[in-house]
């Protein structure tokens, strides 16, 4: 496998989501090119600036920041899936206030792009 897509549909309080910080991690790790990442239906929420992990948990929220700023990996956020979930607002797509940053709004032609362009293509 030389490069890969990963598609996240898993909000940050589930273990699956958790697995896919991992699953990433261990591909870097062992120099597959990470093309992107999709956050999709409730796995926006791993975008939202106002999440509050308790400190006893993993700290996906920060992992998500550093593993982009350190690898420059790119984060889709889906545009759909993020108004539903109350991220943004139909009226103002761009305004990205209750996001974090290093997620990008993308549709799903991104996603497509993506799934073209990897080796492999892996959802959690």
């Not at 996240?8 to 591909?27: C, R």
């Not at 607002?89 to 073209?116: D, N, Q, R």
Request: aromatic residues 8%; contains cysteine; proline residues 6%.
């Amino acid at each position: 496998m030389k490069n890969l897509a990963v598609i996240v549909t898993t909000p940050p309080t589930s273990p699956l989501t958790q697995t896919a910080y991992q699953f990433i991690e261990t591909a870097l790790s062992q120099s597959v090119e990470l093309l992107g990442v999709f956050f999709y239906q409730s796995g926006v929420l791993n975008a939202s600036q106002y999440l509050s992990i308790p400190n006893d948990e993993f700290p996906l929220h920060n992992k998500w920041q550093q593993l982009n700023k350190d690898h420059d990996v790119p984060f889709y956020l889906c545009s759909t899936a993020a108004e539903k979930h109350g991220l943004i607002k139909a009226e103002e797509p761009m305004c990205t206030s209750l996001i974090i940053s290093g997620f990008t709004i993308a549709g799903l032609g991104e996603l497509v792009e993506l799934s073209l362009k990897a080796d492999r293509v892996v959802q959690l």
